[in-house]
């Protein structure tokens, strides 16, 4: 168990919804990362916070959108679905702030997402 | 459930044997580099990690190795069990930027 939490684990909606993926970080982790993951491609990383800031951005789409809460909860906002955005998402947390996090102390993966939209 | 990356190179080992997964990455700058093993439905997992400076870094049944003259980093996995059974991601890294991963390799042990 990485200690990472995301809800719900899974979500099936129409086009043109909007949808709300939360995540809760390792107890102590200050950083929360977004990662997409469809079939045929890659973890592509999304957007990262740092102890409620936006860090760094990614390949995140305009309707997509996220922030980190007081509590460093994250929440990941997709909105105007397309099925296109039909995939797993995944949330990370690290200790550090910068975009690799610190050495010895990589990205640990909550169980994702996963999104289904018909 | 559905499997990540239906169309992954796959590595076909006997229970036992020793497993080496390959990857080559793409910056010169990269500066630190980890291997993650994501199960079907989870997330991807923590294995090993090795910085720059390092050419071989060993875990426990696990060792990386990193050539930085050819961009290749491989993970060894030693007496590999069922339980190994999973595609392996490496993932490259440098202060500034963000990891970038690799497509993956599955991994699969047979009896």
């Known amino acids: 168990d990485s200690g990472v939490t995301q809800t719900p684990k899974h979500l099936i909606t129409a086009t043109g919804q909007r949808v709300t993926l939360r995540c809760s970080p390792r107890?102590?982790?200050?950083?929360v990362y977004w990662y997409q993951q469809s079939l045929d491609q890659g973890l592509q990383f999304l957007i990262q916070y740092y102890n409620g800031e936006e860090r760094a951005k990614g390949n995140i789409l305009e309707r997509f959108s996220a922030q980190q809460f007081p509590d460093l909860h994250s929440e990941l906002n997709l909105s105007s679905l397309e099925l296109g955005d039909s995939a797993l998402y995944f949330c990370?947390?690290?200790?550090?702030?910068?975009?690799?996090?610190?050495?010895?102390?990589?990205?640990?993966f909550g169980n994702g997402t996963r999104l289904t939209v018909t | 459930g559905e499997s990540v990356g239906l169309h992954l190179p796959t590595l076909s080992v006997q229970e036992g044997d020793n497993s080496i997964i390959n990857c080559a990455y793409s910056n010169s700058a990269s500066d630190y580099f980890i291997w993650y093993k994501q199960e079907s439905g989870k997330g991807p997992q923590f294995i090993i990690d090795i910085r720059s400076n390092m050419d071989k870094r060993q875990g426990q049944r696990v060792t990386v190795l990193l050539n930085k003259t050819v961009k290749h980093l491989s993970l060894q996995i030693a007496a590999t069990q069922p339980g190994d059974s999973a595609v392996y991601f490496c993932a490259e890294g440098n202060y500034g930027q963000n990891f970038v991963f690799g497509p993956g390799t599955r991994l699969s042990v047979l009896p």
């Open positions: 990370a947390s690290s200790v550090g702030g910068g975009p690799i996090g610190s050495y010895n102390s990589p990205l640990h």
């Open positions: 107890s102590g982790d200050l950083s």
